[in-house]
């Protein structure tokens, strides 16, 4: 069955994580299964407009700027006219939004149930309980997700925490882990250094990521250990903290900062270490450990989360989350690493290639898809009951707010009725569209061309048009 899915997020290309690999990876793979897929997300800079990136992937870089951490400011209504113009356009019967973080995926969740379309959710992170932050976080997907049609975890962690923070049913959620392309994450043992031992840190160096802890295990580790480097990769507001590190111990020449490291490239920093340090506080699915056992590292990592679940027990070292623990598993690997006791990097390669691909991961949430192609359209009324178990004044003020995008929703229904809006034509995947006969001949007119190492065309979003009167 042939889908049209919209994907909804604030984090995507040209900005760089595990959220944006894992929408344009999984939207690929859908392509070539013969889907249409579109990416809804916010301006980067001067990136605003419509782009076509690799395989006729359209990209909607709404005229919304980031407000806070990469997301838009939550305004709800303000996205509801382009929004409905662009599901309207391309015929969307889907809407996947990605990340409780994303303000952009929830609104646009929140309308596409407004006009009566299905909806996706895949929930990338977990989340405490007892926090404000969590507390006010939890309550908006509680919303958010009290008329989802299905709902998609990276692992059975989140999956448990999803359910409990937004009071699902478990049988409305499915567990799709994330991938690797292996193809890319290949071991290159000539990169390594034969007389020195290199531990590998590939992160963002934010506290949630355990970067006080990596800065506690890093001296402990260079004066147990002569021949023992730290290669760290990443940006973040913990640098600081690792630099006053190397000056206090004086380690500049033991202890390498390379700062952002572009994805493109992660592949050649894991190359050239022995180890690689996971040092993470929470996670849902740690995708750099998957990449860094792909390259024929060995992993240590904490053990939190959904981490337990990713690798195989011989090919990872777990270890509490604090510093004893972690510099003992250090160790042990370093021991392992001198008594040439550890699996040849090939023999890694060989069984992780297979274990995570985006094939199989698109085809499982395909199977998601058809699951829900056939449920019924969710009347108002039937919304508003469900937001009355949200609570007896917030689940008030959503009921509220649903009404009024109802009837937001009706107004625009009239003042640019759908007959006025020009449907757009689907641009096949390549691999389908060399097996097309009679495809429409349609010229392109792109309003600039931009050449950052990919070939991208951007168009200008249509403006909306009134109803003649």
Partial sequence: MRHNICMASDFFFPNTGGVESHIYQLSQCLLHRGHKIIVITHAYGQRSGIRHVTNNLKVYYLPMGPFYNQCVLPTLFTSLPLVRYILIREKITIVHGHSSFSALAHEAMFHAKTMG????????????????????????????????????????????????????????????????????????????????????????????????????????????????????????????????????????????????????????????????????????FCIAIVEAACCGLQVVSTRVGGVPEVLPEDLILLAEPSVKSLVEALNEAIARKRNNSVLPPEHIYTRMKDIYTWQNVAARTEQVYDSIADDPTTELAERLERFCHCGPFAGIFIIFLAVIDHLFYIFLEWMVPRKDIDIAVDLLHPSIQSNQKDLPNVQLLPRRRLHHGQTTVEYQLPRLRPRKR
Avoid at 192 to 220: C, F, N, T
Avoid at 243 to 272: C, F, I, P
Wanted: hydrophobic fraction near 40%.
């Fill in 117 to 284: 379309i299905h909806t996706v959710f895949t929930d990338h992170s977990l989340f405490g309980f007892a926090d404000g932050s969590s507390i006010i976080t939890n309550k908006i997907l509680k919303f958010s997700l009290a008329n989802v049609n299905h709902v998609i975890c990276v692992s059975h962690t989140s999956k448990e925490n999803t359910v409990l923070r937004a009071s699902l049913q478990p049988h409305l959620v499915s567990v799709i882990p994330n991938a690797v392309d292996a193809t890319v994450f290949i071991p290159d043992v000539t990169k390594r250094s034969q007389e020195r031992i290199v531990i590998v840190v590939v992160s963002r160096l934010v506290y949630r990521k355990g970067m006080d802890l990596l800065a506690s295990i890093i001296p402990e580790i260079c004066h147990q250990h002569h021949d023992v480097d730290f290669l760290i990769g990443g940006d973040g507001p913990k640098w600081i903290d690792i630099e006053e590190v190397r000056e206090q111990y004086q380690l500049q020449d033991r202890v390498t900062m390379l700062g952002a490291v572009q994805h493109s490239n992660v592949k050649n920093v894991l190359n050239q270490g022995d180890i690689f340090l996971n040092t993470s506080l929470t996670e849902a």
